[in-house]
């Protein structure tokens, strides 16, 4: 087992808590790694896991872990954990794991889910659309298509992203989020494989040679998985289309970051919207 094989791998530090008396990372905490990183994976697949089970009718249960231990990690270590899905059977699946420092690996392991109804925890055939994102996964498939379009064509899921995100969760009035701008804008919305919207955002001209990017948003599951990445740059290819020089947005201070890594750079002073710290960005185009 290496490094190479994995798709995915989720990246942690050791912590203080996690290291026994022998001064390396206790034996069970392995499992709590390789559970974190199986949540990771489903995000990852572009799947919010609780909305996803529900659509897809039953939940996964582990049914068998093993573990073999070939080196330890000790406090304040930086280390992967990958996750691939090795087989699926008529109502299971096989998932390898490995924790690796570096290109060392410590740790290897094999957990079986099975796919059961909630209710009576009996097992169930695993979707076929589940089959086929993890398949699509491992193959190296995008997980979610973005499409840009009219109000009148995304507006609904584009409207139901931004009411969970900014209304409900960040307590914004819904009389400030929605305006006349809507109606012009061009706007992105992400779906996952089965049909799932996952993020928006939207374009309109701020002055003449110069796009404004807005109403940024990612459903709280999924953050971190790619899809507002996605979103960004259709809109931002959107406005080299149009024939743009220059993107401008309103950022969140928490998001700052986030458009850092996609090119933009702070300009003027922080203000407050909607009672929220904020401050413009810019990015040539």
Not at 2 to 16: G, I, K, S, T
Not at 54 to 59: A, V
Not at 263 to 271: A, D, K, L, M, S
Request: aromatic share 10%; proline share 4%; with cysteine.
């Amino acid at each position: 087992m290496n490094r190479a094989e994995f798709r995915h791998l989720h990246r942690l530090r050791v912590r203080w808590v996690e290291v026994d008396l022998q001064k390396i990372v206790f034996n069970g905490h392995y499992l709590m790694y390789f559970d974190t990183a199986v949540a990771d994976y489903w995000r990852a697949l572009a799947l919010p896991y609780i909305e996803s089970m529900h659509y897809f009718g039953g939940d996964l249960y582990v049914r068998k872990a093993t573990l073999e231990y070939h080196a330890s990690a000790a406090y304040d270590d930086v280390l992967d954990i990958g996750i691939r899905c090795t087989r699926i059977g008529s109502s299971s699946m096989l998932l390898a794991a490995g924790v690796f420092r570096q290109e060392k690996l410590l740790v290897s392991g094999e957990l079986v889910y099975v796919f059961a109804d909630p209710a009576t925890q009996t097992s169930k055939p695993v979707p076929h659309e589940l089959r086929a994102v993890i398949d699509g996964f491992e193959a190296g498939k995008p997980m979610f298509e973005v499409r840009t379009g009219s109000w009148g064509e995304l507006g609904k899921d584009a409207r139901a992203i931004r009411t969970e995100v900014f209304v409900e969760e960040q307590a914004i009035p819904a009389e400030m989020e929605w305006d006349a701008a809507d109606a012009g804008c061009l706007h992105a919305v992400a779906y996952n494989r089965i049909g799932m919207p996952l993020a928006t955002g939207r374009l309109l001209e701020h002055v003449p040679g110069v796009a404004k990017i807005g109403r940024m948003a990612v459903r709280q599951p999924l953050r971190g998985g790619g899809a507002g990445r996605a979103v960004l740059a259709a809109l931002m290819q959107a406005a080299r289309q149009n024939g743009d020089r220059e993107a401008v947005l309103h950022a969140q201070l928490s998001a700052v970051g986030f458009y850092a890594r996609a090119g933009f750079t702070e300009r003027g002073p922080r203000f407050e919207e909607a009672g929220i710290p904020h401050v413009e960005m810019v990015r040539g185009l």
